[in-house]
């Protein structure tokens, strides 16, 4: 003969039953799931893996070949990572002077260099395309790839050579929603673009806005805690310490930027079900 239960083990397990639905149907719970079928974190190290293979060699170049700053994509990683004056000796050492990326590459050497960034359109394409759920688009699409790499650049560019403000605080916070206006106007785009306008502007609009609000995040968390680490493991590991910083960084954006994806489609499939409820309210 078994044991009877104690009292109230029933009840404990019925509670624990229900507070585990009422997680799974919540917000968090939803994207929790969303992001655990879709593979966010692995995407999320592909992404940074492959921005680091593909497209940083290509915006080395151009850096070096824009004439408005002229300092190289050194210059342009520390600004957008927000790191101490330190931190940015690294960077700068990490990558070399300029003038050097410019000389040394041929047209050959530049055609290999687009042509790599591509793939990393594609795997942002592909990101977007998991997050809603569509087929993998076909190929005669891919010159939407082109055109995001060319959008990409033209936003680093203007990103870059913006001065920035110096003394009032308004200014400062005028700057900071410029380039959060910026940003979400980019990634709106740019969803619209790769995923060949099979999601309608509106419900691409919600992810927009949160990936600019979690990438200024990123940036202020970067400020308190990849700058100190980007000085600490130079001088522990040298070059290699601050390559595992950026590409802790990359992993990062990756995150955001599919997870910011994510997030609006909840947050659009969300406003459509409140809308559907009040054209139809449930009868008793």
């Given at each position: 003969m078994t044991a009877a239960p104690p009292p109230g083990t029933d009840r404990s397990a019925h509670r624990l039953r229900a507070l585990h639905d009422r997680v799974l149907s919540s917000p968090v719970g939803l994207a929790w799931n969303r992001a655990r079928e879709m593979e966010l974190l692995h995407r999320a190290m592909g992404f940074a893996a492959l921005g680091f293979l593909t497209l940083?060699?290509?915006?080395?170049?151009?850096?070096?070949?824009?004439?408005?700053?002229?300092?190289?994509?050194?210059?342009?990683?520390?600004?957008?990572?927000g790191v101490s004056a330190a931190s940015q000796d690294e960077v700068e050492q990490l990558f070399g002077t300029p003038g050097t990326a410019l000389q040394r590459t041929t047209a050959f050497g530049l055609?290999?260099?687009a042509a790599f960034g591509l793939?990393?359109?594609?795997?942002?394409?592909?990101?977007?395309?998991?997050?809603?759920?569509?087929?993998?688009?076909?190929?005669?699409?891919?010159?939407?790839?082109?055109?995001?790499?060319?959008?990409l650049v033209f936003a680093l560019l203007l990103f870059v050579n913006t001065p920035s403000p110096s003394g009032a605080v308004a200014a400062g916070l005028g700057a900071a929603v410029a380039?959060?206006?910026?940003?979400?106007?980019?990634?709106?785009?740019?969803?619209?673009?790769?995923?060949?306008?099979?999601?309608?502007?509106?419900?691409?609009?919600?992810?927009?806005?949160?990936?600019?609000l979690c990438m200024l995040g990123l940036r202020i968390f970067s400020q308190f805690v990849f700058s100190p680490l980007i000085a600490s493991n130079a001088v522990t590991y040298g070059p290699f310490g601050t390559v595992l910083v950026l590409q802790s960084w990359l992993v990062g954006v990756g995150v955001v930027v599919y997870g910011g994806g994510l997030v609006g489609r909840l947050v659009h499939e969300a406003r459509l079900h409140r809308r559907l409820e009040r054209a139809y309210p449930p009868h008793d």
């Open positions: 940083v060699p290509l915006l080395v170049v151009v850096a070096a070949a824009d004439p408005a700053s002229g300092q190289g994509f050194a210059r342009w990683l520390a600004q957008a990572l055609a290999a260099l793939t990393f359109g594609s795997a942002v394409q592909t990101g977007y395309e998991k997050v809603w759920d569509l087929p993998t688009a076909r190929w005669h699409t891919m010159w939407r790839h082109v055109v995001f790499l060319a959008l380039d959060l206006i910026g940003t979400c106007l980019f990634f709106w785009v740019a969803q619209r673009l790769l995923l060949g306008g099979r999601v309608r502007w509106r419900a691409l609009f919600p992810g927009a806005v949160v990936t600019a």
